[in-house]
């Protein structure tokens, strides 16, 4: 491809995820982007985002935008310059429809997660997915949190072989890994309360909980576990048990995170009385190579006063546990610990030292019998600095295919395969 700069496409930006690509200006890329989408509440929310960072004070963009405001046809895409890039961040159920064409198209794939949300979907994304590769084509998912300070030291200390010893293999009881997130559905920004569309709950076109934000869980156990390693989905991987369970949400609620005053049609399979039955949450138990991992998934309504989504996690070893906290006493802020087996002050300390070479500011604090990593603020970068960085990647890839890491492709289906699995085992968990 050269030197010339890359075009860049949204198709349907029905996810606020879209714009957040277009955070910054990259080098490389076209500033007109091509917008293909209906005259719909989401069209405006995007180029109201975009609008909004071509005038910020700091740091404005360029973007310039080419509209055709009509309903998706598969035939315009189609018409796309060969080696260009299509975002899409949107409704789920369509999207391997969209990624088909695309690649059929000749142009790389930039998805929000998730790519796919049902079981019978895989064998079609796995189709896909080679068709990419063998025109050297780059398919991606925005794990945007893979760039994030913390999932960069647990890596760091589970690779430590004198400090954490290797992973436990774990067990039902005792997962050798562990990890959980709760979301939730009403948020405000600067006041104004983050809409979801109605087909947001709509599980056939969003997806539940596991095949959603259960792909971002996924994807943070095998990068930690098995860093730069390519998985097998029919050889590593074994899906052992899911369930499903809903959040109830009231017609007010709804309307108020809406905008919409009544139930649509689309979810009136799920409506009880005056409540939506809202499937979004999910645990499942499953192992990677060995290593018993559990992970769970749960929507609540509003988060309290001061508080906002959380996340915990629990790495097993053989001389430590790492654990990510994010409770009271850490006053709803994400902190990394390190729990000794035995004495390991010495270890602790020299990992320490290495690490700090690389990240100014990282210290150690005692905390009774566990030791807490100290990352300070300049460290931690934000949501939309993470999808910045990543999408900077990914238009990497796109410049010069041959950067794309091999494993990447078997490592998108071995994450889909557990979240498929999981959502299918679930449901037959349910009518047991």
């Known amino acids: 491809?050269?030197?010339?700069?890359?075009?860049?496409?949204?198709?349907?930006?029905?996810?606020?995820?879209?714009?957040?690509?277009?955070?910054?200006?990259?080098?490389?890329?076209?500033?007109?982007?091509?917008?293909?989408?209906?005259?719909?509440?989401?069209?405006?929310?995007?180029?109201?985002?975009?609008?909004?960072?071509?005038?910020?004070?700091?740091?404005?963009?360029?973007?310039?935008?080419?509209?055709?405001?009509?309903?998706?046809?598969?035939?315009?895409?189609?018409?796309?310059?060969?080696?260009?890039?299509?975002?899409?961040?949107?409704?789920?159920?369509?999207?391997?429809?969209?990624?088909?064409?695309?690649?059929?198209?000749?142009?790389?794939?930039?998805?929000?997660?998730?790519?796919?949300?049902?079981?019978?979907?895989?064998?079609?994304?796995?189709?896909?997915?080679?068709?990419?590769?063998?025109?050297?084509?780059?398919?991606?998912?925005?794990?945007?949190?893979?760039?994030?300070?913390?999932?960069?030291?647990?890596?760091?200390?589970?690779?430590?072989?004198?400090?954490?010893?290797?992973?436990?293999?774990?067990?039902?009881?005792?997962?050798?890994?562990?990890?959980?997130?709760?979301?939730?559905?009403l948020k405000t920004v600067s006041g104004v309360v983050n809409r979801r569309w109605p087909w947001y709950f709509d599980i056939g076109q969003q997806g539940e909980g596991l095949a959603d934000t259960g792909v971002h869980l996924v994807d943070r156990v095998h990068e930690i576990l098995f860093p730069g390693f390519a998985l097998d989905y029919r050889r590593d991987v074994e899906v052992i048990a899911a369930s499903r369970w809903p959040t109830e949400i009231t017609s007010a609620q709804f309307e108020q995170v809406s905008g919409v005053p009544a139930w649509p049609a689309e979810l009136q399979p799920w409506v009880e009385g005056d409540r939506l039955r809202y499937f979004c949450n999910g645990q499942v138990d499953y192992r990677v190579r060995g290593i018993h991992a559990r992970l769970e998934t749960v929507w609540g309504w509003q988060a309290a006063p001061g508080r906002d989504d959380t996340q915990a996690a629990l790495f097993r070893g053989a001389y430590c546990d790492i654990e990510l906290r994010h409770g009271a006493e850490e006053h709803y802020r994400p902190e990394l610990y390190i729990v000794p087996r035995r004495a390991l002050d010495a270890e602790i300390g020299q990992w320490a030292q290495r690490t700090a070479f690389d990240l100014p500011g990282l210290d150690l604090q005692r905390c009774g019998q566990d030791w807490r990593v100290i990352v300070p603020d300049a460290l931690r970068i934000g949501h939309e600095a993470q999808f910045a960085a990543f999408a900077r990647q990914f238009f990497e890839y796109a410049r010069r295919p041959e950067s794309l890491p091999a494993r990447d492709r078997p490592n998108l289906l071995a994450k889909y395969h557990v979240t498929t699995k999981a959502v299918a085992l679930s449901h037959r968990a349910a009518d047991k």
Request: hydrophobic fraction near 50%.
């Open 1 to 185: 491809m050269g030197d010339r700069n890359i075009s860049l496409i949204v198709v349907d930006p029905g996810h606020f995820h879209a714009a957040l690509v277009q955070r910054e200006m990259f080098d490389g890329l076209s500033p007109l982007v091509r917008v293909h989408a209906p005259l719909e509440a989401e069209l405006l929310d995007y180029l109201d985002r975009i609008a909004r960072f071509n005038t910020r004070a700091a740091a404005p963009t360029a973007w310039q935008v080419d509209l055709y405001a009509a309903p998706y046809s598969a035939s315009r895409l189609r018409e796309e310059k060969a080696g260009g890039v299509v975002v899409l961040s949107g409704r789920n159920q369509a999207k391997i429809d969209l990624i088909e064409v695309a690649i059929d198209a000749g142009l790389h794939v930039l998805c929000d997660k998730p790519a796919i949300i049902r079981r019978e979907q895989f064998a079609r994304f796995e189709a896909v997915l080679a068709a990419a590769a063998a025109k050297k084509l780059a398919v991606a998912d925005m794990m945007s949190g893979r760039v994030g300070i913390m999932p960069r030291l647990i890596r760091s200390l589970t690779n430590d072989a004198d400090l954490f010893g290797g992973f436990q293999t774990g067990t039902v009881t005792e997962p050798a890994v562990v990890l959980g997130g709760v979301h939730h559905l």
